[in-house]
């Protein structure tokens, strides 16, 4: 991902590659197909108020991975339309998007722990009652802790492009991940993906027009089948300074049949 980008939450590893399966697992002395990953790991300093916010307010806000169902009614407190985010960032569009719908639940799942205590940080500013946050790859939360059809929407906001042809095999919306959200997202649920490199958007857009389990909801659909930006979601500063320069914004909103 470029410096722009506010997500440093990325793409699967190469589908090709293989690894000795680990113990305990099904056919433990065969090779297997490396699952897909949500993210590449990225190098990042915690400054001394994310570190703060880290011990202030994780222990509330901060969930446990395990391999076992989650209690999300026990997670958050209530029962509510849940959504969930993979790779907020350093969150500053999910704190808004939590506050401006205060009664839809956020789970949200990010590696790299600056963006994850910068979440908490806005959280206790805030005092944001509706997200709760995995530090961990969004795919064995959803694969171990959420059933299918158990969420109301998904959102992926600027993953990283992978601007390099070679490199586009580590592109994070590719048809099986899409598949796998789709199971999840109860029907009349959706997905939202923004990006703002358009040969990605152009990816996005054919990776989602293959995958039954979708339909657009763009009553018109723009370039690669955009949709109009949603009021929830606000504009950040990279994509205000890329709109100042000419640039595009791609919003992809489907909903699942």
Same mark, same amino acid.
């Not at 657009?216 to 109009?228: D, F």
């Given at each position: ?157 600027? %993953? &990283? ?8 095999? $580590?592109?994070?919306?590719? *048809?099986?991940? #899409?598949?796998? =959200? ?47 930006? %949603? &009021? ?8 205000? $300074?890329?709109?100042?320069? *000419?640039?595009? #914004?791609?919003? =992809? ?5």
């Amino acid at each position: 991902m470029n410096a722009e980008h506010e997500n440093p939450s990325s793409a699967p590893p190469s589908p090709e590659e293989t690894t000795p399966a680990p113990a305990g697992a099904p056919d433990g002395d065969k090779p297997y197909m490396r699952v897909i990953k949500s993210y590449v790991l990225r190098a990042g300093r915690t400054g001394p108020g994310q570190a703060r916010a880290y011990q202030q307010h994780g222990p509330k806000y901060l969930l446990t991975y395990q391999p076992e169902p989650l209690d999300v009614e026990t997670a958050f407190g209530r029962s509510a339309p849940l959504f969930m985010e993979i790779g907020f960032g350093m969150g500053g569009a999910t704190a808004h998007i939590a506050q401006v719908r205060p009664d839809d639940n956020f789970i949200c799942c990010e590696v790299h722990e600056p963006g994850v205590g910068s979440l908490l940080k806005l959280i206790g500013e805030n005092g944001i009652e509706n997200i709760r946050i995995f530090r961990h790859d969004a795919v064995e939360v959803l694969d171990h802790m959420l059933g299918e059809q158990s969420l109301d929407g998904v959102h992926i906001f600027f %993953p &990283d492009p992978w601007h390099k042809s070679r490199h586009h095999k $580590r592109r994070l919306i590719q *048809g099986p991940f #899409v598949n796998r =959200l789709a199971r999840h997202i109860k029907p009349g649920g959706y997905l939202h993906l923004a990006t703002d490199w358009e040969p990605y958007a152009e990816q996005m857009h054919a990776v989602l027009k293959a995958e039954p389990l979708l339909v657009n909801t763009a009553a018109e659909p723009g370039p690669h089948g955009c949709a109009p930006k %949603p &009021d929830y979601r606000p504009l950040t500063k990279f994509e205000n $300074r890329g709109i100042k320069l *000419g640039h595009g #914004v791609w919003d =992809l909103i489907y909903q699942r049949v």
